[in-house]
């Protein structure tokens, strides 16, 4: 049996109208001998576990394919760690079992990571490039493009599609990958995560059909509503305990700050900016880069009264943000024992 170089994860979740034509268009773009396709039915209710079941094996020959089954719907989230557990080569994909993503892009996307040893992370793009594209929904759009929005705020990136479900990573990435949330929350979980390990993410542009939601499409309101929570968590409450205090401290100490400035409605907008700028003063810095910033923020609040003060405090703001940032980045990439990790 030949060595795999590239492993497929494909859940599937009530498609029996599109797993037999979504497989056989894979399983002719991909090499079979060198390809290792891993098949997670999500509990399906519709038939297409059996369909798997009884048809996979007619398709492609068995040393080729992995094929779970799960007794009930966990969640994609859930199936794709199922997925991750079976992986071979040095490579995996991950494609929706839908039709909206083409696997001739699949193929592209997965030689562009083979050619560039630098791509550790490529996602398939519905917002670049010049292919064909069909959208059905203007909100799922719109919902798609703030939740991207958001993660490029809150992780400091610059990426164009949070939720695409076509991308490609180097297999010696999953043991970095601490991911925890079992739905729709994928995409946000495992971008997080590569972000959080310092990895880049690049991008490419693919094709997209979205399809309607009685042709089975089955994202809803609620995972929209979701998704802003599992970016929250993802985002402040899955660190490790150093960033977590970093995070408490730098918060209640700007919020302690927000007090000192504005009046009646002023003063609760000026609290909320501030508690918003401690949040994310405390993600990427730790205690004494915290307390650099402090510091200067209470001498330039001596420098003034009234409501005057602001301006001193922001000057000496800014100029202590960028020392602090200097010195973050200093200790960054160093090694260091758990007090100074702790710290710095």
């Not at 966990?74 to 199936?79: L, P, Q």
């Not at 922001?314 to 024992?337: A, V």
Request: glycine fraction near 8%.
């Amino acid at each position: 049996m030949m060595t795999k170089e590239l492993s497929i994860i494909i859940p599937v979740y009530n498609e029996i109208n599109l797993i037999d034509k979504f497989l056989k268009k894979l399983f002719n773009e991909f090499d079979q001998s060198k390809t290792k396709f891993i098949i997670i039915d999500d509990g399906s209710n519709d038939g297409s576990n059996k369909y798997l079941e009884k048809n996979v094996s007619n398709l492609i020959d068995q040393n080729n394919f992995k094929l779970i089954l799960l007794k009930k719907n966990y969640g994609k989230g859930y199936a794709v760690r199922q997925g991750m557990k079976e992986v071979e080569g040095d490579y995996f994909l991950l494609i929706d079992s839908d039709l909206e993503y083409d696997p001739k892009d699949a193929l592209e996307l997965y030689l562009i990571a083979k050619k560039n040893d630098r791509i550790d992370v490529i996602h398939g793009s519905r917002y670049l490039g010049g292919k064909i594209q069909l959208r059905q929904y203007f909100f799922n759009d719109l919902a798609a493009r703030f939740n991207t929005y958001i993660f490029n705020i809150f992780f400091s990136q610059s990426i164009t599609d949070l939720h695409t479900g076509l991308r490609v990573m180097k297999s010696s990435l999953i043991k970095d990958l601490k991911l925890t949330l079992n739905g729709f929350g994928l995409e946000i979980d495992l971008s997080s995560e590569i972000v959080k390990k310092n990895y880049n993410i690049f991008e490419y542009g693919i094709s997209y059909f979205e399809r309607t939601k009685s042709q089975g499409k089955k994202i809803t309101i609620i995972d929209g509503l979701l998704s802003y929570y599992f970016l929250f968590k993802t985002r402040f409450l899955q660190n490790d305990n150093a960033t977590l205090y970093s995070i408490l401290y730098s918060f209640c100490f700007m919020t302690y700050a927000g007090t000192y400035f504005g009046m009646g409605t002023g003063k609760i907008f000026m609290i909320i900016i501030f508690m918003i700028i401690g949040l994310s003063l405390g993600i990427n810095r730790k205690i004494i880069p915290l307390s650099i910033i402090f510091l200067g923020m209470y001498l330039g609040s001596l420098f003034s009264a009234g409501n005057g003060r602001i301006y001193p405090v922001l000057i000496f703001f800014l100029i202590t943000l960028i020392i602090s940032k200097k010195i973050t980045n200093n200790y960054k990439n160093k090694k260091k024992g758990s007090v100074i990790k702790f710290l710095l």
